[in-house]
C-alpha cells in the first residue's frame, strides 16, 4: 500500500476557520482562487478580481500539504483532547444546555463564509445544541474515532452524501478499501459505511477507521453473521452483543441495526414483487421465523442504546423492509416498520443517545411526498436517511442517476442524509471510478436539495461558476466544478484553446460570445 | 460510411402491430422475450412461463431484419401512400373530424399491449385527433419526410425525448452524424435534431432525413446565418424565407424558431448573470438591436405560418431567452418572452399549424413548478418542450445527471418532451458514446414521469423486470433493461456466472435469497 496518499485539487489552498467559544478549533475548508475578470472599459484593458470562494471540505489532513500522511500510523487525532475526560454523548451535553467544541465546529463548518459575504444564517453553534438536543440533528462521533472531523445530519443543514464501501466474500482486499474511503472523502463523501463482509472485516475496518477523517457506520449483523457461519437461526443475543462493543471499541459512529423488525409484520412482505432486499433486515427475519420469536435487537433495544450510550455511537434505524421495487413502495411493510422505528427513536433519545431513521430504496416520483411526510409525522423529527431512492426500476448500469432524480427530490423535502447509489447497484461491487461518479451524482442531488430548500449560501458556488462560464474564465469553471479533473478532461477531448468560444458551437456560433455584443451596444 | 447498418436487441424481435381503422398500417414493436420461472414444488421442478413483453420502439427498419437497409438509397418510405394527393396538415384534418393514418398510427403505438393486459386506457385514435384539433399534441410529420413513424408529442401521452446532433465549424463529419442518428433510434430517441452549423448543413440534413425513421427538428437561423458569414446584422426575411423553404422541401419536420424576442424586451437579460445562452436567440436579438426594428421572425410569423402549413412542418417556439444559469431562472425576460409565445401559438393555430414551445434551461427544483404552470397558462395547453432543466450549475461533465433530475420533474408536472443533454455539455460536442448517455438518462426521465403521471401500462416493463431480478433470471433483467448491453459488461466485470446471487452481497448475504426461503418458511 502507498502509504502517503494525498488529496489536491486545482487551484485551491487548505485554509482554517477558527472558533470563538473554543479557540483552538480548527475547521479546515477549501479556498478555490479565481482569476480576476477582463474587461475592455474605454478601449482600456481592466482587470476586475474575483473573492476566493470557500467550500465545505471532506478531504480532512490528506489536502494539507503541511500534514504528513502515514496509514500505518494513522491521522491526527484532533479531536482527542475534547474527548478526554467525557462521559456524556453529545445529545446528553445539548440537553443539558452545553455546545460541544464538536457543535461549534459544525456551526462554522456549516456557514463558512455566509458572514463575510452578508448571508443571514440560522446556524449558530447554540442552534445546534437546539438541534441535537430536539433529536432533529445527529452528530456521529464515538469517542473512540478521534480521527472524525465533526459533521452534522439534520434537515436544517446541509444535506449530506454517505458512501458505502466494503469487500464481500468474493472480492476486493484491504488495500482497495482503504483507498476508496480516501477517494471518497476526495470527491465529498460526507460520511462512510464500511459494508464489508468477507474476510477480514475486524482488520479492514481498523485500517479505515484510523484513516478515516469522516465519521465511518457498519452493519454490524454482518459481522455477527460471519460469526455463525452465515447461518442466521444461530444468532444470539450475546454474539451480536459483543460484536457491537468490539466495534464500539474500534471507534465506529454509527450502527445501522434494524431493531425494527417486529415478527407480527414479517408475513407483509410475502405478497411483494421483490420480497426483502436488506441484508441485515432478511437475516433478523429469518431468525424470526425459524424461532417462532420476536428478535433480540427490538428485545434488546435498550442494551443496545446503553452500550452505543457509553461510546457516544449513533444508532442508524435499519430499514429492513425497505421496498427493492417501485411496485413495492409505501405498501403495509414498509409503514409497519416505520411505526414501530418512531417507537424505537424516543427510546433511544430517552438514553441520550442520537438516532437516525433509514429510508428507501425505489419509490415513483409521485409516492415520495407520503413517504417523506409519514416519517416526520412517525419519527417525531429524526433525521431521515434514505437509499436514493430510485424512481424506476429499468435502468441497471445507470441506476446513480434513477437514484439521484428521487435523491435530490427527498432531499429537498426534508431527507438529511443520502446513500448514494453507483452505477454498479444490482449487479456487482464498485470499483474506484464507480465511487467517484456515485459520491459526484449524489453530490449534485445534495446541492440541488440545498438550493431548493433555500440553504444560506448555497447558491454562491453556482453563481460563481455561472459567471466564470459567461466570462470565458475556463480554468475557473472547472475548478469551481465539483469534479475538475473531469470537465478539464472533456473540454481537452474537442478543444485546443481556452478562447472566448468551444467546439460545441465554434466562434461565430457562441451564444454568451454575441450576447456580451449586443451588452455592448446598449452601452454605447 | 458502412451502408447496412443494423440494429438488433438481445432476445427481442421486430413484431408488428395493425390498424382497424387503415388495416395496412403497421406499428412496429419490440417484443422481449421471457424465461420461464423456475420453481420447486413439492419437491418437483415446475416451469411457469413468463409473457413476453411489448415496449415502444424508436429504432424503425433498422432492427426489422427481413428490411434491406442502403443508406445511399434511404430506407422505406413508409407513409408515402398516405400522403399522396394530401393538402392539409394534420391539425386541419383533426379539426374536420378526421382521423388520419398517422393519428391511428400513434394511438396503437402509444398503448401497444394495454388491451392484451387488461389496462385501461384513454388513447384511442379519435382522442389522438380531439388532442391534435386542440393545440394539445403535435404530430411532427413533414409531407416531404415519408420515412418517418408517426409519433405524438403532448402532456397526456408517453413523455417523449429528442437528441441533438449536428456538427460545428470545427468538428464531426456526415458519417459521424448519419450514425449518431441511428445510434439515437437504437438507444430510444424520439426525435432528433440536427443542429449543424458547419460546411455541409445541406447535405449532412439530407443524409440524416432520408435514413431517418424518426422526426427531424433544425433551427433554420443556424443555415441562414452560415449563408451571411456569420454577421448576424446581414441577415434578411428573403434569405431566412429561402432557408425555411428549402428544408421543407428536404423533409424537416419541425423548426425552432425564435420568433418571441421582442425589440422592447432584449434588454432584459442585460441584468442578468450570464445574459443569453440561445444560439438563435442571440443572432436575432443581436440583429434587432444593430437595426433598431422588431425580428423579421415577428413580423413575418403569418408568412413563416404558410410555409410550414403546405408542408405539414411544425413550429418548436425557440426560447432565445432561456435561463443560462439557476440565477437566471424565472426572471422578467424569460417570462416576457414566453407571453409573447403564447400569442404566436394561437396564430400558429389559426393557419392550422402545429406547434410547441420550448423551455428551459437552467431551473433550481423549487422554481420548476412555476415554470410549468405558467406555462400551460400563457401558452394554452400547447405542449412543453424544455432542455433539461439543469437544477444546478456546478457539475460540468455530468449535466445529464444535473438535467436529468429536473427533466423528470418537469415532465411529471406536464411537460410533453424533455431535450436530452450529454455529459459534454458546456463543454464540446458529444461523440457516440456521449450520445448513448445522454439518451439513456433521458429515457430516465421520461420513464420516471410516465410512471409518475400513471401513464396507462407505463409500470409493467419495471414489474417484470423487478421480478426477474427477484428470480435472479439475469438474463432478462438485462433484456428488459434500457442498456442491455451495459447492464451485461458491468455484470460481467464482477461475476463469472448467473446463479442465485452476485457479488455485490456474496452468497451468504444475498438478501433476496434469503428472503425467499423465510417466504418457504410460510408456505410450510
Known amino acids: ?19 470563538k467559544i473554543y479557540p483552538d478549533i480548527r475547521v479546515g475548508v477549501r479556498r478555490i482562487n479565481l482569476t480576476p475578470t477582463i474587461k475592455m472599459e474605454k478601449g482600456k484593458r481592466v482587470e476586475k478580481p474575483n473573492e476566493p470562494l470557500l467550500v465545505y471540505d471532506t478531504s480532512g489532513p490528506y489536502s494539507d500539504p503541511e500534514i504528513d500522511i502515514d496509514l500505518r500510523r494513522g491521522i491526527p487525532r484532533m479531536r482527542e483532547s475534547w474527548i478526554e475526560g467525557r462521559e456524556g454523548t453529545q445529545m446528553f451535553y445539548a440537553k443539558q444546555g452545553i455546545v ?31 438541534e441535537v438536543a430536539a433529536g432533529r440533528a445527529v452528530i456521529p462521533a464515538n469517542r473512540r474515532h478521534p480521527e472524525s472531523e465533526p459533521m452534522i445530519i439534520g434537515p436544517r443543514f446541509r444535506v449530506k452524501i454517505n458512501t458505502n464501501i466494503g469487500n464481500s466474500a468474493n472480492n476486493s482486499n484491504i488495500e482497495e478499501e482503504v483507498e476508496k474511503a480516501v477517494w471518497s472523502c476526495k470527491w465529498g463523501g460526507d460520511t462512510i459505511m464500511d459494508l464489508s463482509t468477507g474476510a477480514d472485516i475486524h482488520d479492514t475496518r481498523e485500517w479505515i477507521l484510523r484513516n478515516c477523517p469522516v465519521p465511518l457506520g457498519t452493519v454490524p449483523m454482518y459481522q455477527a453473521f460471519e460469526k455463525v457461519d452465515g447461518k442466521a437461526e444461530k444468532l444470539t443475543w450475546e454474539i451480536f452483543r459483543d460484536t457491537l462493543i468490539e466495534q464500539c471499541e474500534q471507534g465506529v459512529d454509527y450502527f445501522t441495526i434494524h431493531c425494527g423488525i417486529r415478527l407480527q409484520n414479517i408475513h407483509l412482505a410475502n405478497s411483494r414483487l421483490t420480497g426483502m432486499v436488506s441484508r441485515g433486515g432478511s437475516i433478523i427475519s429469518k431468525w424470526c421465523q425459524v424461532h417462532q420469536k420476536e428478535s433480540f ?22 430499514d429492513g423492509l425497505r421496498p427493492g421495487s417501485t411496485h413495492d413502495a409505501n405498501d403495509a411493510a414498509q409503514f409497519a416498520e416505520l411505526d414501530t422505528m418512531g417507537e424505537l427513536v424516543e427510546r433511544a433519545w430517552a438514553h441520550d443517545v442520537q438516532a437516525f431513521i433509514e429510508g428507501p430504496g425505489h419509490v415513483p ?68 471510478d464507480d465511487v467517484r461518479t456515485g459520491v459526484i451524482a449524489y453530490k449534485i442531488a445534495a446541492h440541488a436539495a440545498d438550493i431548493a430548500k433555500g440553504f444560506p449560501g448555497a447558491t454562491l458556488r453556482d453563481d460563481a461558476l455561472s459567471k466564470a462560464r459567461y466570462e470565458f474564465r475556463w480554468k475557473d469553471q472547472f475548478n469551481l466544478s465539483l469534479d475538475p479533473d473531469r470537465a478539464l478532461e ?13 467546439t460545441m458551437c465554434g466562434p461565430h456560433f457562441c451564444a454568451m460570445r454575441i450576447s456580451q455584443t449586443i451588452e455592448k451596444c446598449d452601452e454605447q
Chains 1, 2 share one sequence.
Open 1 to 19: 500500500m502507498e502509504n502517503n496518499i494525498k488529496i489536491s485539487y486545482p487551484d485551491s489552498e487548505k485554509v482554517y476557520l477558527h472558533g
Open 297 to 318: 435487537l427490538y428485545e434488546h433495544f435498550d442494551d443496545i442504546c446503553e452500550i452505543c450510550r457509553q461510546y457516544d455511537v449513533a444508532i442508524s434505524l435499519g
Open 490 to 502: 472533456y473540454y481537452k477531448q474537442s478543444n485546443d484553446v481556452g478562447g472566448r468560444y468551444c
Open 365 to 432: 416520483m409521485h409516492k415520495i411526498k407520503e413517504n417523506m411526510e409519514r416519517q416526520i409525522e412517525k419519527c417525531h423529527g429524526a433525521p431521515f436517511y434514505t437509499l436514493g431512492p430510485l424512481v424506476i426500476d429499468i435502468a441497471p448500469g445507470y441506476d446513480h442517476i434513477t437514484s439521484a432524480i428521487g435523491a435530490a427530490m427527498i432531499g429537498w423535502m426534508g431527507t438529511a442524509m443520502l446513500c448514494y447509489v453507483t452505477p454498479k447497484e444490482h449487479l456487482g461491487l464498485p470499483d474506484k
Open 100 to 130: 460541544t467544541p464538536e457543535m461549534e465546529y459544525v456551526a462554522i463548518r456549516e456557514t463558512m463564509d455566509c458572514k463575510q459575504r452578508g448571508i443571514d444564517t440560522y446556524i449558530t453553534p447554540e442552534f445546534v445544541r437546539q
